[in-house]
């Protein structure tokens, strides 16, 4: 796991910064669990169905981040997850400071540990990790971005145990 770490790390900071679009931090909560992440993105700069006063839009999200367990049934874990995830947006389009949107994604984690406490293990290091939210931009230049995700985590039933787990998750991003 620290070498996929070490690898993806250096994926986030090799090449131009100017390609990096977007930073984020998460937070979140779920199933006795805590979860923090930080992020980054890069815009696909694609567009579709820009008739109207919306359109989609897409970006790609790597992240890493932690979950900690705080169950009341003991031997809590704390893990170390790292994600890649294709992220669909429905966007008003640019009319202003202010651009409200939905998003659904469904993107790969890697987890070590494969359990967070005694009694929820996920069976493989390998889970898909799919969430659907909504949110805002705002700002001068729409730069600022807050959002509300709900995310759920689990190997789709490649390896048992499979109980999966689901995170209900703040963000805040900032755009380049």
């Known amino acids: 796991m620290k070498k996929l770490a070490l690898l993806m790390?250096?994926?986030?900071?090799?090449?131009?910064?100017?390609?990096?679009?977007?930073?984020?931090?998460?937070?979140?909560?779920?199933?006795?669990?805590?979860?923090?992440?930080?992020?980054?993105?890069?815009?696909?700069?694609?567009?579709?169905?820009?008739?109207?006063?919306w359109l989609v839009t897409g970006s790609w999200e790597a992240s890493?981040?932690?979950?900690?367990?705080n169950s009341s049934v003991g031997n809590n874990q704390t893990i170390t997850d790292i994600g890649i995830t294709p992220v669909f947006r429905l966007q008003q389009k640019n009319l202003g400071s202010f651009a409200p949107y939905a998003e659904a994604a469904i993107g790969f984690h890697m987890i070590a540990p494969t359990f967070i406490y005694a009694n929820r293990k996920f069976g493989s290091a390998f889970q898909f990790g799919d969430h659907l939210g909504v949110g805002v931009r705002f700002g001068e230049?729409?730069?600022?971005?807050?959002?509300?995700?709900?995310?759920?985590?689990?190997?789709?039933?490649?390896?048992?145990?499979?109980?999966?787990?689901?995170?209900?998750?703040?963000?805040?991003?900032?755009?380049?």
């Open 64 to 69: 890493i981040g932690t979950w900690r367990g």
């Open 9 to 53: 790390g250096g994926l986030l900071f090799s090449g131009s910064l100017y390609a990096l679009d977007t930073v984020s931090v998460e937070y979140g909560n779920g199933d006795s669990a805590d979860m923090a992440r930080i992020g980054a993105g890069w815009d696909w700069d694609k567009q579709w169905f820009t008739d109207g006063n």
């Open 141 to 176: 230049r729409q730069q600022f971005d807050l959002a509300y995700r709900y995310q759920h985590l689990s190997n789709g039933g490649i390896k048992q145990p499979n109980q999966g787990i689901n995170f209900s998750q703040i963000r805040f991003a900032y755009h380049f």
